[in-house]
């Protein structure tokens, strides 16, 4: 195998091309070719007048040996890429009865689900939301009616929280898993393209079929889905959980299920559930976590801003990802950009404003967003208690759902009148993209001095590094509370909880921060299940 790196290319041509253009200029004979594959693919914009794609691509060849002293030619051992790739099939005694239960089908639940099918144990999995195509009706009826189904919303529903979001699979972790879920990923619907783009994403509209996909294709190996159900009480038995307890919420009706193996997928919304379990002996503890507003400018002057005004290739939106220190000792940072995508209404209770970022696979909306947090620690909160950053979090979301004016309008704001604390009384270029309305307001009304302050800072340092980022018609949409758990689940080294059995996972533990982290953190509470986990750390 012929691996070639750092291969610039500067113009628009197809991969057909690309690999046309690389056997030409390393005189590789195509006679001499068996197959190739395009490993990454990422921009170079640090130079605004010469942007590039940058390429990795593998050839196999028939005889390496040929090509072995050319520059920049690295050869690779085929057999030991494939031993280390990652392929978990494991032949194992495991009793599938009774069944593993799963709470929560968002990428924590749905790919522990589908590890534990894979390799013969049949999982039940519970979802107090509908499946995703009725989710979709219901995250509608709010943004067009205003009528909110807290059980089935942007938060809750099969896929999780990250189905409404921009289908991100960029993560800050080294996991082998991380190429599993990507290429299950392929498997299940998504382009091909995310298992070498340097920023995957996949976007709403893709990950809808997707979940669906992966939901019929458990069904179809034996694996079983209860929705619109709620998981509402479990029994222990000498300390190892024995049973649940639920409630279908269309009949009302509870039920018990017998199981000595529980994975908790609850997502970082789950509020009523992180109090059940903290009454019922789960040891909880506080976290650090973040608040603020979504963003929006122009999706066309960020494109400017990162790519210069006359860029000869034809590229995607663009990004952007920047950080702030303050001498205060607070962090400012931007979170789940959005690429010519929508602010969405993401609350899951009643009387409360919740915002989040959504992009659909084509990014080709006007605006770009971006969630702009600002780090909260347990020393904010007034409260002693575990749930201490819960009352934190909503107590924000029910003063924005006031400043809305008690409609479900989101209150939103000019960055100009934000930095100069004056309520906006009119729009400029930026029109806000929230739905189901807007509200002109003063965020500063309701936001923490020490968030509005560090916002302001972040927002002048910002510009300094994106031009324009300051812009006085870039507009904010308040608040952002659900950029992660506010609470951790501690777990031991087999991940399982003080009780015996029962394993906190994903986002909710407090274990992830987007969809691939989340995935792969499902995996690998499944391999513990499996006993197999630490041949996969």
């Not at 529980?262 to 559930?273: N, P, Q, V």
């Not at 509470?525 to 006993?531: E, K, R, T, V, Y």
Request: hydrophobic share 35%; glycine share 8%.
């Amino acid at each position: 195998m012929l691996r070639i790196n750092n291969i610039k290319i500067k113009k628009n041509i197809s991969e057909e091309q690309l690999i046309n253009q690389i056997i030409k200029k390393y005189h590789i004979k195509n006679s001499d070719i068996i197959k190739w594959n395009i490993i990454k693919k990422s921009i170079d914009a640090r130079k605004k007048n010469d942007i590039s794609f940058n390429y990795t691509v593998d050839i196999e060849v028939k005889d390496e040996s040929k090509y072995s002293n050319i520059k920049k030619i690295e050869i690779i051992d085929i057999d030991k890429k494939i031993k280390n790739s990652i392929n978990i099939n494991i032949l194992n005694s495991l009793k599938s009865e009774p069944s593993p239960i799963i709470v929560g089908a968002g990428p924590a639940g749905l790919f522990s689900a589908l590890t534990l099918i894979q390799n013969g144990i049949s999982p039940i999995v519970v979802e107090q939301g509908k499946t995703v195509e009725e989710r979709k009706e219901d995250v509608n009826n709010f943004l067009y009616n205003r009528n909110l189904n807290i059980s089935s919303n942007v938060q809750f529903g099969e896929g999780g929280a990250g189905t409404f979001s921009d289908g991100k699979l960029t993560t800050g972790i080294n996991n082998p898993l991380c190429q599993k879920v990507l290429k299950e990923f392929v498997n299940f619907g998504a382009p091909e393209e995310i298992l070498y783009l340097s920023k995957p994403h996949i976007g709403t509209d893709n990950l809808i079929n997707i979940i669906r996909n992966i939901r019929n294709y458990i069904i179809s190996k034996g694996g079983k889905f209860y929705f619109n159900t709620k998981f509402i009480n479990f029994s222990i038995k000498d300390n190892q959980i024995n049973s649940v307890s639920l409630k279908n919420l269309i009949t009302n009706e509870s039920f018990e299920l017998p199981t000595n193996r529980l994975i908790l997928a609850i997502g970082h919304s789950s509020r009523d559930t992180f109090k059940l379990l903290y009454e019922n002996g789960i040891n909880i503890e506080k976290k650090n976590f973040s608040v603020g507003v979504r963003i929006e400018h122009l999706q066309q002057n960020i494109n400017i801003a990162q790519y210069g005004d006359n860029p000869n290739l034809k590229l995607p939106p663009a990004e952007y990802k920047l950080a702030y220190h303050s001498p205060s000792g607070r962090s400012c940072y931007t979170f789940c950009m959005c690429p010519g995508g929508t602010v969405i209404a993401s609350s899951s209770e009643k009387n409360t404003i919740v915002t989040n970022g959504m992009s659909n696979y084509l990014r080709d909306g006007t605006n770009a967003n971006s969630a702009l947090l600002v780090n909260v620690t347990p020393d904010d909160f007034t409260d002693s208690s575990p749930l201490a950053g819960i009352y934190f979090q909503k107590d924000l979301e029910e003063k924005a759902f006031v400043l809305g004016g008690s409609n479900y309008n989101a209150p939103i704001q000019r960055v100009e009148d934000f930095l100069h604390n004056k309520k906006s009384s009119t729009i400029g270029s930026v029109i806000p993209s929230y739905l189901p309305g807007t509200t002109l307001s003063d965020l500063n009304e309701i936001l923490p001095h020490f968030v509005s302050s560090t916002l302001k800072e972040g927002i002048l340092y910002f510009d300094k590094k994106i031009s324009g980022f300051a812009n006085p018609d870039s507009i904010l949409t308040g608040v952002e509370t659900r950029s992660s758990s506010p609470v951790k689940i501690p777990r031991n080294s087999h991940l399982t909880s003080n009780i015996e059995g029962i394993y906190p996972c994903g986002e909710g533990a407090g274990y992830a921060g987007g969809i691939m982290s989340a995935a792969v953190d499902g995996i690998k509470c499944s391999l513990a299940i499996l006993g197999v986990l630490n041949k996969f750390n």
